[in-house]
């Protein structure tokens, strides 16, 4: 009787088994709803993003796309724990159009938010137009006013009177 009752939840234990084994995980095909209240704005050759992630709950990550003004496609991914994010890197300030769009954990992609934005001027460029160089006895002054207090470097480069 006791070996009958140890191969019956040996049995039992096995058809489980089975069962739990062979059930196919769902993929969900539903894509997650769109980012909403998007914000954009312009800093010194970037542009800071903001928005609001669609309350999906296999929200994986918010992807930014565009054509850089080379005619490059970049992409930008963030995760599904941000909401904001920074793009740097633009040298000029023309009008760029972006398409943001949310991808859950099953490959789904929302419909693409679409927004216009256009950077500030990169502040080497603001800063070539502030500096100033006056003769000085032996040498000359250099001044500028940093009016985008950002990190900004003046490299100098000169010839000797020996020519090098």
């Not at 740097?88 to 419909?111: C, L, M, R, V, W």
């Not at 032996?138 to 990190?151: F, H, R």
Request: hydrophobic share 35%; with cysteine; charged share 20%.
């Amino acid at each position: 009787m006791k070996k009958n009752i140890h191969l019956f939840i040996l049995y039992l234990s096995i058809a489980f088994i089975l069962c739990t084994s062979c059930s196919k995980d769902e993929v969900d095909s539903i894509p997650p709803a769109s980012v909403t209240g998007v914000k954009v704005t312009a800093d010194y050759g970037a542009l800071v993003f903001k928005w609001k992630n669609p309350a999906d709950k296999d929200l994986y990550y918010v992807d930014i796309a565009f054509v850089d003004p080379n005619g490059n496609p970049r992409s930008v991914k963030t995760s599904s724990y941000a909401d904001s994010t920074t793009i740097q890197g633009f040298s000029d300030n023309k009008e760029i159009t972006f398409n943001i769009t949310a991808h859950d954990k099953d490959g789904n992609a929302s419909t693409s938010y679409v927004v216009k934005a256009a950077p500030k001027l990169p502040a080497f460029k603001v800063m070539l137009d502030q500096i100033t160089m006056t003769p000085d006895f032996g040498g000359a002054q250099i001044e500028w006013d940093n009016t985008t207090n950002k990190p900004f470097n003046v490299n100098i480069k000169y010839k000797g009177n020996d020519g090098s």
